[in-house]
């Protein structure tokens, strides 16, 4: 094992973090908003766009991110639409990572009881009111643990970006093991540098759900 060389290399590595939370952050934040909208346009059965928006998740779920930014970087251009490939590595996780998340506020939101939805209704609520004082609250409190678990697996797909030459952390490993030829120095630090962004996270998603559940417990 070469420290000097990992040494060496760290400021690449850092760069390629940068890179990594700075694409993923934008793409869970924006998942989490379109797969909130999404869930409640399901729940509350909205005609016609329900049903092309189970299409829409069926379609992304069971599809590679892979292949969407494959579709989005290689082949929009062909139809002249060409994406920068930091703009397309966006659309692709968040593609993904909405049907994802509204998956999870759907469930959450069935978890509701459907008496207090029916008191709002008899209180006059429309469904704007209805999701922001009976559904937002509770759905959110059940939505945590999935979420967050949701947020782990979109950081780590951020990994195939590599594939579109954008110079994340796998991007950067594959270069450098290109470059040196020293794998398991450069895979080490790859784990290493995966670690350090998800091990905080998980701690961080951890702390929320038992404070959000000793909150529930007690009121």
Excluded: H
């Excluded at 952050?25 to 409640?40: K, P, T």
């Excluded at 299409?55 to 290689?74: D, G, K, M, V």
């Excluded at 209805?130 to 949701?150: D, E, R, Y």
């Excluded at 797909?157 to 579109?164: C, G, K, L, P, Q």
Aim: proline share 4%.
């Amino acid at each position: 094992m070469d420290l000097q060389i990992i040494q060496e290399n760290i400021p690449l590595f850092v760069k390629g973090m940068k890179v990594t939370v700075t694409l993923g952050a934008i793409g869970i934040v924006l998942s989490i908003l379109f797969g909130f909208m999404i869930a409640l346009f399901r729940f509350f059965k909205v005609p016609i766009l329900t049903r092309i928006l189970t299409a829409y998740i069926e379609l992304s779920r069971n599809t590679p991110l892979l292949i969407q930014l494959f579709f989005l970087y290689y082949g929009l251009p062909k139809l002249g639409i060409p994406l920068a490939k930091e703009l397309a590595a966006i659309i692709g996780l968040t593609f993904l990572g909405a049907a994802y998340m509204a998956e999870v506020f759907r469930a959450s939101f069935e978890s509701v009881s459907q008496i207090q939805l029916e008191v709002g209704r008899s209180l006059g609520f429309n469904g704007f009111q209805l999701a922001t004082v009976v559904l937002l609250p509770q759905g959110m409190k059940l939505a945590i643990p999935s979420v967050g678990a949701n947020c782990i697996f979109l950081l780590k797909e951020t990994s195939v970006f590599s594939a579109i030459a954008i110079m994340d952390l796998t991007n950067v490993t594959k270069d450098l093991i290109g470059m040196y030829y020293m794998t398991r120095e450069f895979l080490l630090m790859l784990v290493v540098s995966y670690s350090i962004l998800i091990i905080p996270m998980v701690v961080i998603l951890y702390w929320l759900e038992k404070s959000v559940g000793g909150v529930s417990a007690g009121s």
